[in-house]
């Protein structure tokens, strides 16, 4: 500070005086301020330096046990802290790690995964962590509330982890839902040690992520439909018959319905474009016509789709973790086989699958043997409903339809010596089947994959009947478009080629076939799925398995809550 030379001495003194009260003042504060943060800092190094609390077993089997919702799952919660040496799991140097926060966050948005996020919140986290800060002091208290949050948070994730990789409902645990695909046997205290970074796992764990791609773009489908029923659903189409070049006040609410931007009401190339892809989504034939059938899935309500949407989703968690590099899958409601080869699609093809009173049942095994000109073992409940009634009344039937009946041995039975009605498929001691040849109802080849259901794929003669749009029509068993195409793939490894396949076959005896290696095989229902365009796929609930499993998982999660919810989503790409 400078002063003036001629100012009188008292006015020196003065401020001489005062900034030295000033410093002395401003002195005091530092040091108080400086020894309350240092306080703070010492308090947090001596607790980061305090060791890690130990859990004792009856501490959190008493936990899971005493809470209905915790109880199933206290035995991952067993696994996870005995493998750990009963260590906490979600704290380092007594401080929180961050995949706390992760999870919590993950938690607060299950709504976009079809699950209800306050079955998970059963916990006030906010409440306990501040009470864990306050009691750094209380050494005694920290360590008691460091026991409660850490096992509260294992058992939210448990809870939360076992929904969201192993399916809010079990098919096993419910004789309700069909479904015998060999079970996703996610381990839940391994994710757990993923999730902590305790272990390397090459699934998707750590990040909350899931297994699979098209459950994830099921889930964007979601977001997308959400947003469309915040806005108050799709437009209503009131139109029962229209073709390309025609006027109509209803083409705009059809080209709003198809997300076209174009509002005018001509029915034009673009709109029967766009129709098209829509009828192809819908499992349709694409005509770009506006039809009964096309403006009853154009109405259908978009609560309905989202509903659907979650069912496959669901379904999705009860896929094993990954598949094979070499499958084969069938989706029933699709009417389609594929076969993967190194994981990508080698070949594909219509099928057809069991009437809705002999519907094929969904299961996994594998294929173990493609057979060529086989014969058709009739099964028990055919030949009662069916043959058994004719074969009686007609002594020529069997030499007229290239059957033969034969007993355990393989000599011939006089069909005259069966009683016919009172077959079943306990006292059924004969083989009736037809033998190879044009007429065989299994066509050239069959493909084997030995299961209790006894179904297998199998060519049909009946080729006209791939042409149609459902194809549900068998008894169970799943025929194949291309059997000799799908034959040729399929034994390429041991030395069979197209030629000795056909040869083969003309020589009208039955051939096994082993294959070079077994190759799993997926027998699913799904009516939902997105294709990697993000494209929306619907089809039809042909065995009403939907709506048994909307009864059990709704019952579970609220679905006024998990279908009402339109969270902000990014656009994505495809058609609705």
């Not at 006030?124 to 096992?151: H, Y």
């Not at 695909?181 to 999730?195: D, E, P, Y």
């Not at 970074?197 to 098209?214: M, T, V, W």
């Amino acid at each position: 500070m400078y002063t003036n030379m001629h100012q009188q001495p008292y006015k020196s003194t003065y401020f001489d005086v005062l900034r030295k009260r000033l410093l002395l003042v401003a002195g005091v504060s530092l040091i108080v301020f400086s020894s309350a943060c240092g306080g703070k800092k010492k308090q947090e190094r001596q607790v980061a330096r305090k060791p890690q609390p130990v859990l004792d077993s009856t501490y959190y089997i008493s936990y899971m046990n005493n809470d209905p919702l915790l109880k199933e799952h206290t035995d991952w919660a067993k696994k996870f802290y005995r493998e750990r040496g009963f260590k906490l799991g979600w704290f380092k140097n007594n401080e929180i790690v961050p995949q706390a926060k992760e999870m919590l966050t993950m938690i607060s948005k299950a709504d976009e995964e079809g699950l209800d996020p306050k079955k998970y919140q059963f916990k006030d986290f906010n409440t306990m962590f501040t009470n864990l800060e306050a009691a750094k002091a209380d050494s005694a208290k920290f360590t008691a509330i460091q026991k409660e949050i850490d096992v509260a948070l294992s058992a939210t994730y448990f809870v939360w982890a076992s929904d969201y990789y192993r399916g809010v409902v079990i098919p096993k645990e419910n004789k309700e839902i069909e479904w015998d695909v060999k079970r996703n046997k996610i381990k839940l205290h391994k994710a757990l040690m993923t999730v902590l970074k305790e272990r390397e796992s090459k699934y998707s764990y750590a990040s909350f992520s899931p297994l699979h791609p098209d459950y994830a773009r099921l889930k964007s489908a979601l977001a997308s439909y959400r947003k469309v029923q915040a806005a108050g659903g799709w437009p209503k189409i009131t139109a029962t018959s229209l073709k390309e070049g025609q006027k109509s006040p209803a083409v705009a609410a059809l080209k709003k319905r198809l997300g076209l931007n174009s509002t005018d009401s001509t029915f034009n190339a673009e709109t029967v474009n766009a129709l098209k892809s829509f009828q192809s989504a819908q499992g349709l034939k694409p005509d770009g016509g506006l039809g009964p059938e096309t403006v009853k899935l154009l109405n259908v309500p978009v609560d309905q789709r989202i509903k659907q949407i979650i069912l496959n989703m669901e379904r999705w968690r009860w896929i094993p973790k990954s598949f094979e590099e070499d499958y084969l899958i069938v989706n029933i409601p699709e009417y389609r086989l594929r076969v993967y080869e190194k994981g990508k699609e080698a070949i594909a093809m219509n099928v057809i699958v069991g009437k809705t009173m002999n519907s094929t049942p969904i299961f996994s095994d594998k294929m173990e043997n493609v057979v060529l000109a086989p014969y058709w073992n009739v099964p028990a409940s055919i030949v009662r409903n069916e043959l058994g009634p004719k074969i009686s009344g007609d002594p020529s039937y069997l030499d007229r339809t290239n059957m033969e009946l034969i007993d355990a041995k393989g000599n011939p039975v006089s069909p005259s010596s069966v009683d016919w009605g009172s077959v079943t498929r306990e006292n059924w001691r004969y083989t009736l089947r037809k033998k190879p040849g044009p007429k065989n109802d299994l066509g050239d080849v069959k493909f084997i994959f030995p299961n209790t259901n006894d179904i297998y794929l199998h060519d049909t003669p009946h080729d006209e009947l791939f042409s149609q749009t459902k194809r549900n029509f068998s008894h169970g068993c799943v025929r194949v478009e291309k059997p000799l195409e799908l034959a040729e793939y399929l034994l390429r490894p041991v030395g069979w080629d197209m030629s000795k396949i056909q040869s083969t076959i003309a020589q009208g005896q039955e051939k096994y076939v082993k294959l070079k290696q077994v190759l799993p095989v997926y027998l699913v229902y799904f009516t939902a799925w997105a294709d990697e365009s993000g494209n929306v796929h619907f089809r039809e609930d042909i065995y009403g398995h939907d709506r048994t499993l909307a009864q059990q998982y709704f019952s579970e999660v609220s679905a006024s809550k998990v279908i009402a919810r339109a969270p902000a989503a990014k656009k994505t790409k495809g058609k609705l």
